[in-house]
């Protein structure tokens, strides 16, 4: 499928303007805290002294991979978002936060906020359909941006 095929697609299951707004918020945040938790998990020995050497900046990279594959324009996109969220998850980790709890606690509220936005929609997440939804729902969030600023995906 095309990057606009995706997008049409998981629009189908957006349409509520609830569930919209919602979405612009809840999206993001999980994508945050998915890096967030991996971003905890232990990398081997040397590796851990190495700036954004781990398993979030890993994540950060297979999922530009799929982005890429799909549109140039939107992989850069997410690319700026997944690193403002690593710089975000450094911050955190040199102010000495608990990033794996905050994380856990706003992944699960952000996903009681998307699975409510879905009830008023009243339709299922696209991504019970297909895997892959997971990662167009941040492409879908970022590309009302691209649309008012005229960028091209």
């Keep these: 499928m095309t990057l606009d095929e995706w997008l049409n697609a998981y629009g189908e299951s957006h349409q509520n303007a609830t569930n919209i707004a919602i ?10 805290t998915v890096l967030g938790m991996m971003w905890t998990i232990p990398v081997p020995g040397a590796l851990a002294t190495i700036p954004f050497a781990n398993f979030a900046t890993l994540t950060a990279v297979l999922s530009l991979l ?5 549109s140039l324009s ?5 690319g700026l978002m997944a690193g403002l969220c690593l710089l975000a998850l450094q911050q955190m ?13 706003v992944f699960v509220i952000a996903w009681i906020g998307q699975f409510y936005g879905h009830k008023v929609e009243g339709k299922k997440p696209s991504f019970f359909r297909d895997l892959q ?13 691209y649309r008012r600023f005229g960028i091209r995906y």
Aim: a positive charge; one cysteine or more; proline letters at 7%.
């Design 133 to 145: 939804f997971l990662l167009i729902g941040p492409a879908w969030t970022l590309s009302w941006l």
């Design 93 to 105: 980790q040199l102010a000495g936060l608990p990033i794996l709890r905050i994380s856990i606690a």
């Design 66 to 70: 799929f982005y890429a594959r799909l």
């Design 74 to 78: 939107m992989a850069a996109g997410m």
């Design 23 to 32: 979405h612009k918020i809840c999206v993001p945040a999980i994508m945050f």
